[in-house]
């Protein structure tokens, strides 16, 4: 009787930290997986690559294709119509770009909602350059909107300033679309006052 308590005591011991170690997870092995077809599909995922399972028929191994080269994806022809060189040069050369949106009360209204979510931590809600940002000291104030360095700047700067970010401001080329960039730069142009330089020809 005392041997078979022993044995069945050893059993469950045995069952016990067979359980333990086949739950635990590191490095490459994730532990004790239930039912995983349910979450690791047998086909190609997307935008998922793997290492010791490559793709044998895109090239690289790459489950997802890149785009044919010289083509623009449905809905991104903006981005190519504006697509400049992150340099002087191109600073220079978004001058001639001009603003395609009509001033509407809608238009600008909804630049300064995607304003007021993107460009008061460093410019402030007035554009005065005193946002929470450099209140706080972490960035030095920009120019303020009322200032003449600012309503002598081409809609076609503002424009690429903030698309591809200029000095110390950042780029909000992925964040914004170039549409609502250009509805940014009205209500920036509604704070500032109308633009005091030479008229541009359209690009």
């Given at each position: 009787?005392?041997?078979?308590?022993?044995?069945?005591?050893?059993?469950?011991?045995?069952?016990?930290?067979?359980?333990?170690?086949?739950?635990?997870?590191?490095?490459e092995n994730p532990g004790y997986e239930f039912a995983p077809n349910m979450y690791h599909g047998f086909g190609y995922e997307p935008l998922a690559q793997l290492a010791d399972e490559p793709n044998k028929i895109n090239?690289?191994?790459?489950?997802?294709?890149?785009?044919?080269?010289?083509?623009?994806?449905?809905?991104?022809?903006?981005?190519?119509?504006?697509?400049?060189?992150?340099?002087n040069e191109g600073y220079e050369a978004s001058a001639a770009f001009r603003n395609p949106l009509p001033a509407s009360a809608a238009n600008i209204a909804e630049g300064q909602t995607l304003y007021n979510i993107n460009c008061t931590p460093c410019h402030g809600d007035k554009?005065?350059?005193?946002?929470?940002?450099?209140?706080?000291?972490?960035?030095?104030?920009?120019?303020?909107y009322d200032s003449d360095r600012i309503k002598t700047t081409p809609d076609g700067k503002m424009f690429y300033s903030i698309r591809y970010g200029k000095n110390l401001m950042g780029a909000y080329g992925t964040t914004l679309t170039p549409e609502?960039?250009?509805k940014?730069?009205?209500?920036?142009?509604?704070?500032?006052?109308?633009?005091?330089?030479?008229a541009t020809a359209s690009k």
């Open positions: 009787m005392a041997n078979s308590r022993l044995i069945l005591s050893a059993f469950v011991l045995m069952g016990a930290a067979s359980l333990l170690s086949s739950c635990s997870a590191g490095g090239p690289h191994g790459m489950n997802m294709r890149e785009p044919v080269k010289g083509t623009v994806a449905r809905g991104q022809a903006d981005f190519a119509k504006y697509a400049l060189p992150v340099s554009g005065l350059g005193d946002g929470t940002i450099v209140a706080a000291g972490k960035f030095p104030p920009p120019p303020s609502q960039i250009w940014v730069v009205h209500y920036i142009r509604t704070v500032s006052g109308p633009y005091k330089g030479t």
